[in-house]
């Protein structure tokens, strides 16, 4: 029980070390700390420096981390493009061939989906029961884009993809992203239009099985026109023949052309409008209000149905411009302002215009626009 002199000394000692080391240390702390402006000003940009420091050795841990992507990748935000629409592919190296769009990194690699700035959705390949959208959760930058080229009549209502989406893309100009080939202003005014070689008077390309069956505003225009007028009519399924090159041989070889609208909807206007003022053919359009097609082009570079009384009227009117050649050169004097781009007809590229875009905006800008309900919108 008693314990021996010796191990009470030893046992003191230990004891008293430790504290009076820590006395030591405490002492050499508050001395070091002790602010001695004199011998040691602080380095005024600190702050700074830290971050400096910082950001580089963030990004130097990027590129070691996934060096087969780093190869291709760079400070430009992703989009990934979660579906091809109708599977139609071409080569996102095209988006600054052709448009000069070079902005995000363009992928269809899904692997990318948690890096992915913006995810853009091609509504009509959405299923039913949403079950081909993107399942891991969205990272809190990230930004749906809802990617639909069709007229109102021609979108189907998905239950459930309302609240989904940051942005839209559509031909609605009141879009986000609005797609549409439009008509540039010219910088010098020099460069006179010079009017193709012309062979026919008025020209249509359709599905010619559907010309005397369809109902439809277009259809029976057509074919009340026709009793006062001959119409040169291509057929559209003939495959490879108004693809490409032919598609824009044949129109500018026509004086007039039907540019009549599969539905008639607000700001749906399409390339069957943009592509015979690209060719040089003064376009007869049948679609929404003639004020809506002068929101996109000159009121004077084409013709409304709605601006003659019946189609006996316009056929009346277009064969005396068929006669007087100064009055139907007015039709392009807005040439002298403006240049028409043709848009691009080989297949795999109906939709990379749209997508080219998409890319540019995700890359240009961070905005977005809270979109609760997106049908109210587009169905408004
Ligand atoms: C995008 O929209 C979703 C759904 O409304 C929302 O949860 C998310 O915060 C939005 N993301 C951004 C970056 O705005």
Redesign the pocket.
């Known amino acids: 029980m008693a314990s021996t002199p010796v191990f009470c000394v030893l046992r003191a000692i230990l004891t008293v070390i430790p504290v009076l080391a820590g006395f030591i240390v405490l002492f050499l702390m508050y001395y070091k700390s002790f602010p001695s402006p004199k011998c040691h000003p602080p380095p005024a940009h600190s702050d700074r420096l830290t971050k400096q420091a910082n950001s580089h050795s963030t990004s130097a841990v990027t590129k070691q981390s996934n060096s087969p992507a780093a190869t291709q990748q760079t400070d430009k935000p992703i989009m990934l493009l979660w579906f091809w629409p109708e599977n139609k592919r071409f080569d996102f190296k095209d988006c600054k061939k052709l448009f000069n769009i070079d902005s995000c990194h363009l992928t269809d690699d899904r692997s990318l989906y948690s890096r992915a700035q913006g995810v853009l959705i091609f509504h009509r390949a959405i299923l039913d029961d949403l079950s081909n959208l993107p399942t891991s959760p ?1 990272p ?5 884009i809802w990617f639909n080229v069709d007229s109102q009549s021609n979108t189907r209502r998905i239950q459930g993809i309302q ?4 942005l839209t893309l559509s031909y609605r100009r009141d879009a986000d992203i609005h797609v549409r080939w439009q008509l540039t202003v010219k910088k010098n005014t020099d460069g006179d239009f010079v009017l193709p070689k012309k062979e026919r008077l008025l020209c249509w390309i359709v599905d010619d099985s559907d010309l005397h069956t369809e109902s439809g505003e277009s259809y029976s225009y057509y074919r009340e026109l026709a009793k006062h007028i001959h119409i040169d009519v291509f057929n559209s399924s003939s495959a490879g023949l108004l693809r490409g090159e032919n598609y824009f041989l044949t129109i500018s070889s026509c004086k007039f052309y039907l540019s009549f609208e599969s539905s008639i909807d607000r700001d749906y206007i399409t390339e069957t409008f943009s592509g015979p003022l690209a060719a040089g053919t003064v376009p007869i359009v049948l679609g929404p209000p003639r004020r809506n097609y002068e929101d996109f082009a000159p009121g004077t570079s084409f013709l409304h149905v709605n601006d003659f009384a019946n189609a006996r009227t316009l056929a009346e009117f277009l064969l005396r411009l068929d006669k007087d050649n100064e009055a139907f050169m007015r039709y392009f004097n807005w040439h002298r302002f403006y240049t028409a781009r043709r848009h691009l007809t080989g297949e795999n590229h109906e939709f990379a215009h749209a997508i080219c875009q998409a890319c540019d905006h995700v890359g240009v800008t961070k905005e ?1 626009r ?3 309900d997106l049908y109210k919108w587009f169905f408004l």
């Open positions: 969205r809190r930058f990230q930004r749906w609240g989904l989406f940051n977005y809270v979109m609760p």
